[in-house]
């Protein structure tokens, strides 16, 4: 089966500009996570998808930060407008049911300069 | 608050030797725990879980992990170090949600020839 895919794998823009990562998580399932790891620190949940709706987006550090996933199927996650801060690597996961082990993607990193 | 904890940043060890990579925790209830690994440019894999039962738990590539819940860690562990098992080792736990997961900081393994 595929795995979880995320695009662009590599991103660099200027501070205010607005970048969308993409996510497509393993077909059929209907859990989809973002997490992101900035700076080489801890790796931080950002928000739980079930399907098209958001069961926990406790981990959006702020408003500029919007996920989505209309029709349950792929996940965008955009940043309007990009600070500095925001810099590190964005990673998607997916699991079949929410008690089933997480597949990662190979992540998005994201350079704001 | 729920944590877990990685106390080296790296681990070097020779091909063929034993391995183990530690993790503490501190979580309230019954801990679920978890090792992940990052190969370079790559996404985390699973590895293993402790949910309840053995402490001594198997996962892939011939890992396992020991759960002590007297001095509260999880330490991984393989008998027999293999070079490409270097990479980036997390240790997680729920925190909110099955896969609403809180990660260490994160070990390089380092195994040599």
């Known amino acids: 089966e595929a795995g979880v895919t995320q695009f662009p794998s590599h991103s660099v823009i200027e501070k205010g500009q607005t970048v969308t990562l993409r996510c497509d998580p393993i077909?059929?399932?209907?859990?989809l996570y973002w997490y992101r790891r900035v700076m080489g620190k801890e790796i931080k949940f950002l928000l739980h998808?079930?399907?098209?709706?958001?069961?926990?987006e406790s981990g959006m550090p702020n408003n500029r930060f919007l996920a989505e996933r209309t029709g349950g199927t792929y996940s965008t996650l955009k940043v309007q407008p990009a600070e500095l801060e925001d810099s590190g690597v964005y990673f998607c996961?997916?699991?079949?049911?929410?008690?089933?082990?997480?597949?990662f993607g190979n992540g998005t990193r994201l350079t704001v300069t | 608050a729920q944590s877990v904890a990685q106390p080296e940043d790296q681990v070097n060890v020779a091909e063929g030797n034993p391995l183990t990579v530690k993790c503490t925790y501190s979580?309230?209830?019954?801990?679920?725990l978890f090792w992940y690994v990052q190969y370079p440019n790559r996404g985390l894999q699973f590895l293993l879980k402790?949910?309840?039962?053995?402490?001594l738990v198997k996962g892939s590539y011939g890992f396992e992990a020991e759960f002590n819940k007297s001095q509260t860690s999880f330490h991984l562990k393989k008998p027999s170090a293999l070079v490409s098992d270097s990479a980036l080792y997390f240790c997680?736990?729920?925190?909110?949600?099955?896969?609403?997961?809180?990660f260490g900081a994160g070990t390089r393994l380092a195994v040599h020839p």
């Open positions: 979580v309230s209830g019954n801990p679920y």
């Open positions: 996961a997916s699991s079949q049911t929410g008690q089933s082990p997480l597949h």
């Open positions: 998808f079930v399907k098209e709706s958001k069961q926990d």
């Open positions: 077909s059929g399932h209907d859990n």
């Open positions: 997680a736990a729920p925190s909110g949600g099955y896969n609403k997961l809180i």
């Open positions: 402790y949910i309840t039962g053995d402490n």
